[in-house]
Nanobody
Framework: QVQLVESGGESVQPGGSLRLSCVGS????????MAWIRQAPGKEREFVGA??????????VYTDSVKGRFTVSRDNAKNTVYLQMTALKPEDTGVYYC??????????????????WGQGTQVTVSS
C-alpha cells in the first residue's frame, strides 16, 4: 500500500493561486492513477482532477468547474503529485485529499475506486 501526505493548503484571497503537493512513500506513484478530491463543509467529497498512471499515458482529466484553472501534474523523480490552482474562487474552499488507485483508466473519476488516501490539507478562499 502506498502512503500519501498532502501539503500546501492555506488561506488565500479570491483570484489567488496555490500549489498542493502529495508525496508518496512505499510505492511509486507513477504506477497509480492519482486524483485530487475535495470536500467542502457539509458536502460530499467531490472529484477535482486526476492524472492517469504513466503506463497508460499519464493524461489528465478534470471536473468542469476547475477546467482551465487547475492542473494536475507529477514529478516521478520526487514521487510527488501536484495540484496547481489558479483563479481561486470561494467555492473552491474545502479539504483537499490526494488519492491513489489501480482501477482501469476509464474509471479515474470514480471516487470509490481509490483505495489509498492522504490525510487532507485545508484550502480556504475568502476575502
Amino acid at each position: 500500500q502506498v502512503q500519501l501526505v498532502e501539503s500546501g493548503g492555506e488561506s488565500v484571497q479570491p483570484g489567488g493561486s496555490l500549489r498542493l503537493s502529495c508525496v508518496g512513500s512505499g510505492r511509486r506513484l507513477r504506477d497509480y492513477n492519482m486524483a485530487w478530491i475535495r470536500q467542502a463543509p457539509g458536502k460530499e467529497r467531490e472529484f477535482v482532477g486526476a492524472i492517469r498512471r504513466s503506463g497508460s499515458g499519464g493524461t489528465t482529466v478534470y471536473t468542469d468547474s476547475v477546467k482551465g484553472r487547475f492542473t494536475v501534474s507529477r514529478d516521478n523523480a520526487k514521487n510527488t503529485v501536484y495540484l496547481q490552482m489558479t483563479a481561486l474562487k470561494p467555492e473552491d474552499t474545502g479539504v483537499y485529499y490526494c488519492a491513489a488507485g489501480s482501477q482501469v483508466v476509464s474509471a479515474v473519476t470514480e471516487i470509490r475506486m481509490y483505495n489509498s488516501w492522504g490525510q487532507g490539507t485545508q484550502v480556504t478562499v475568502s476575502s
